[in-house]
């Protein structure tokens, strides 16, 4: 058991900064992560949102594809928001040509989902695991998960599609909550570093 786990912020492209802000109000020591000496350093990573084929893109251009997938299958705790959900997924239903993901989680996703309907939204969402109500799910051009393997667990569901789930130290959620100023996700995902290293 670690007090003060330092967890990384996957530091490519996205939303960086409002993870590295959520994670230190939940009482982690937070840092952006680049490259893979960076990587070693952490004992757990959040992949934020933005744009998961510019991710998969720029992962390969730092040298992190191969040392994050080592680094994910060994069991450090990872937490992946909206494109960060689809790093985690071991297959994409919709990818664009030349497109990886890090795997983790034994599901596949549809990307931009959401997006198609409704842009932008916002909704409660109930997420087990979360107490005191729902959290504020921020969805953008949102990826639903079309279906799970048997070890995966359903945390969350919206209008009918799952939107978070967990295999072992892999947690994922299609929403943002980083941008909302609520942090009981970031410190669900704080213990679970916290119980793994
Ligand atoms: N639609 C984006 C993708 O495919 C994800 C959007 C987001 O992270 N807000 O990567």
Redesign the pocket.
Known sequence: MNPSPVIGVLALQ?DVREHLIALAAADAVARPVRRPEELAEVDGLVIP?????TISKLAELFGLMEPLRERIAAGMPVYG???GL?MLADKILDPRSGQETFGGIDMIVR??AF?RQNESFEAGVAVTGIEDGPVEGVF????WVESVGAQVEVLAEHGGHIVAVRQGNALATSF?PELTGDHRIHGLFVDMVRAAS
């Open positions: 996205g949102g933005g744009e998961s084929t928001t909206c494109a689809i990307r931009n997006g953008i051009r949102a990826p943002h």
